[in-house]
């Protein structure tokens, strides 16, 4: 993706899903959330383990999945941001897709080619 295309990506996201969250403040999860809360973005923080707890995040609870998520918050998600390992991508990828996410954001070391070109 061109810096154009992600300026636009970024410019038109409302609602990003930060799958693989952690309430632990010290995770890549948890501070790359909250400074997306802090510029503006809507954060519903995705973690069956935490599923009903706060987050740590002003405001936002955590949801076991996409589909609740998106169920108990009425809201589209625009973006899904995926803190899983490069095994666990083909699985976030079609839960972004059944969600309708309109894109995938794999975290800084997190690759998977197929999942790649799958999205695009």
């Not at 410019?11 to 501070?31: C, D, M, R, W, Y």
């Not at 839960?95 to 070109?117: F, H, K, S, T, Y």
């Amino acid at each position: 993706m061109d810096d154009a295309a992600l300026k636009k990506l970024l410019e038109n996201t409302k609602t990003i899903a930060v799958l693989g969250f952690s309430s632990q403040a010290h995770k890549p999860s948890f501070f790359v959330a909250k400074y997306l809360q802090s510029v503006g973005y809507r954060i519903l923080p995705i973690n069956p383990a935490l599923d009903g707890r706060p987050s740590g995040l002003m405001g936002e609870t955590c949801y076991p999945d996409l589909k609740t998520a998106m169920e108990k918050t009425g809201l589209k998600i625009d973006l899904v941001d995926v803190f899983r390992r490069s095994e666990h991508t083909p699985d976030a990828l079609t839960a972004a897709m059944n969600a309708g996410a309109g894109a995938v954001w794999l975290q800084q070391g997190i690759r998977n080619d197929a999942v790649e070109a799958k999205a695009k």
